[in-house]
């Protein structure tokens, strides 16, 4: 399995030209092929954008109870999601800290102490260090069970159910950092107070493609359709899907977190407002939870395929649940899960609102995995394709030549009219969502420049070069430097 390492001083500048000519092609409305399938980039990817940034975990009804713990990822590292003895959710790195094997090998559980299978260490299931065998022979006395304790990540947030975690302490508050996705957030899934619960474990499976296509695809791709999928409407599953494009609207709301929204009613037939919820699920809905644009939103046009930045994409679409019954809205959540340039994990979960009757729930289960499981219509579909590309990513011949993505379809601008927040387009065509998600992308692969420790960027100006990694000379003088160019800025702000 690949792992990462730091890049060096030549990788940075590597990593720094693909990224300025990643911007530059933006600006042509074009996009090189090869960041979809490169070690350097990649090693990049989980260091700046998945340490630094929120990531989707889980959602608190996978762990209801004090000691349930299911396994995760952040970047390539196995983490361990769990609800300590104190009903606190935590997230907690899965290696043990006296010899670093990992400590828990199960995808879920229940369990006050994780114990190491190497030398036995243990930890409590908040992760503080616990004791090890043969103690006081071993040494002596106890150990602090804080220092020597599981790393924690230092950020857990929760969002109606759905937690998130971050690496980094210097992250803004999980609602301020998704700015205005948070509305479409609340639109989607706080129509009743007891929210939404998940349905089962998550399917996990693997496929040889780049994490970015799969959350490119979600944030604004609804053109794919009706020639990636027409076969689902050639033997009669789904009729139309050939002018699904056409019925479809773009949500931006900025940092590369967008919604595709459809008019289902047009599409399939006037009884689909509301993503097609039958008389039974909706007459449960609390509308007077949301404000007057989110209510016509969900009407008349509601998200229905999203990408919240990085990899985080969310999918609500009537379907039947099989073959010659009636559609019924599903709602999918999955993670584009990076293991490996070119190569991801495709996590999905299927959900629905907690008050919906257990007959439905069984139902819109079955239709999202029809559609969205590992085997389902739909997935083997994108799979195929997005393989595709991560090839074209390694290509000799594609690198040689410069080759260079198309994102020219015409574009007409958002609605002036609109009256949420955010941005809205009549037309999902123009692939402006998808250049928003690789402009936000490329924003996070240059944030190690502004956030470089003060020793490193110090070092770098007494070494005479840029704020780089750099060799020694009068750090001091720097860093005292350093601390009155902040100090003025702290005056002018």
Not at 19 to 46: G, T, Y
Not at 133 to 144: F, H, I, R, S
């Amino acid at each position: 399995m690949h792992r990462y390492q730091s890049p060096s001083p030549d990788d940075a500048a590597y990593i720094d030209a693909v990224v300025d000519r990643v911007e530059a092609s933006l600006d042509e409305s074009l996009l090189p092929v090869d960041i979809f399938n490169d070690d350097r980039i990649f090693a990049a990817e989980m260091q700046r954008i998945f340490t630094k940034n929120w990531v989707f975990m889980g959602h608190e009804s996978e762990i209801p109870n004090k000691g349930d713990f299911v396994m995760r990822r952040i970047g390539v590292d196995r983490v361990i999601l769990v609800r300590d003895s104190t009903g606190t959710i935590r997230v907690l790195n899965n290696h043990c800290r006296h010899r670093g094997t990992e400590i828990c090998h199960e995808d879920s559980g229940n369990t006050s102490v994780f114990k190491c299978p190497y030398h036995g260490w243990a930890y409590k299931n908040d992760g503080d260090w616990a004791g090890a065998p043969l103690m006081k022979d071993a040494y002596g006395e106890k150990l602090d069970a804080r220092d020597w304790g599981l790393l924690r990540a230092p950020k857990v947030e929760t969002l109606f159910g759905f937690v998130f975690a971050s690496l980094s302490e210097d992250v803004p508050p999980l609602r301020e950092a998704l700015g205005d996705a948070v509305w479409a957030f609340e639109a989607i899934f706080n129509l009743h107070e007891d929210g939404v619960e998940v349905l089962g474990p998550p399917e996990v499976f693997t496929v040889k493609a780049d994490w970015k296509n799969g959350a490119e695809n979600f944030a604004g791709d609804a053109y794919h359709v009706g020639t990636t999928h027409y076969s689902n409407t050639l033997d009669g599953f789904i009729p139309g899907l050939n002018n699904v494009a056409v019925a479809a609207h773009g949500y931006d709301f900025g940092n590369g977190n967008s919604f595709i929204g459809h008019s289902i009613h047009e599409l399939i037939a006037p009884p689909f407002t509301l993503w097609g919820y039958p008389e039974e699920v909706r007459s449960q809905f609390q509308f007077d939870r949301l404000d007057d644009v989110q209510r016509e939103m969900i009407e008349n046009r509601p998200p229905t395929i999203g990408t919240i930045f990085p990899n985080l994409s969310y999918l609500r679409f009537p379907q039947p649940y099989k073959e010659n019954e009636w559609p019924i809205p599903f709602t999918n959540i999955r993670v584009w899960q990076p293991v490996a340039p070119g190569v991801m994990e495709l996590w999905t979960w299927e959900f629905e609102y907690t008050c919906a009757p257990q007959e439905y729930k069984d139902k819109a289960y079955l239709a999202g995995q029809y559609g969205f499981g590992s085997g389902g219509v739909f997935e083997q579909d994108d799979t195929v394709v997005w393989e595709g590309i991560a090839k074209a990513g390694k290509s000799s011949w594609a690198r040689e030549a410069g080759m260079r993505l198309h994102l020219r379809q015409k574009r007409n601008g958002p609605d002036p009219e609109w009256q949420g927040p955010g941005r809205y387009y009549e037309s999902i065509l123009g692939e402006y969502l998808q250049e928003e998600f690789y402009r936000r992308w490329v924003k996070e692969m240059r944030s190690h420049k502004t956030t470089q420790p003060a020793e490193i960027r110090a070092a770098g100006i007494a070494a005479g070069g840029a704020e780089t990694v750099g060799t020694t000379a009068s750090t001091e003088t720097a860093l005292a430097a350093i601390a009155e160019t902040e100090k003025k800025q702290g005056a002018l702000a």
